[in-house]
């Protein structure tokens, strides 16, 4: 596998990964799996964070929510 770029993907680093993630999933329900594995990447879907403020270039304040409802108004993504 390449990462974008070129630069090869390291095998023994994914591998690793997938078996740690693995390892620790083992008795987890698929939804809890997911939250770790997420977790595990930095990904937290954690909805108290998705509620934050978000300071934009003119010093308002938009949340999450917002944005994604104007984004999801866009004609190209």
């Known amino acids: 596998g390449w990462y974008d770029g ?3 993907i390291p095998f023994l680093e994914v591998y690793r ?3 740690y993630i693995r ?3 083992k008795n987890m329900s ?3 799996a997911r939250k770790f594995a997420l977790s ?3 990904w ?3 909805p108290a964070q998705d509620s934050e403020p978000i300071p934009n270039e003119s010093g308002y304040i938009l949340d999450k929510q ?3 409802e ?3 108004e866009l004609p190209f993504r």
Do not use: M
């Open 66 to 68: 917002f944005i994604s």
């Open 44 to 46: 937290d879907d954690d």
């Open 40 to 42: 595990y990447y930095g």
């Open 23 to 25: 390892i620790h999933t």
């Open 6 to 8: 070129g630069v090869p």
């Open 70 to 72: 104007i984004e999801a």
């Open 30 to 32: 698929p939804d809890e």
């Open 17 to 19: 990964d997938e078996e």
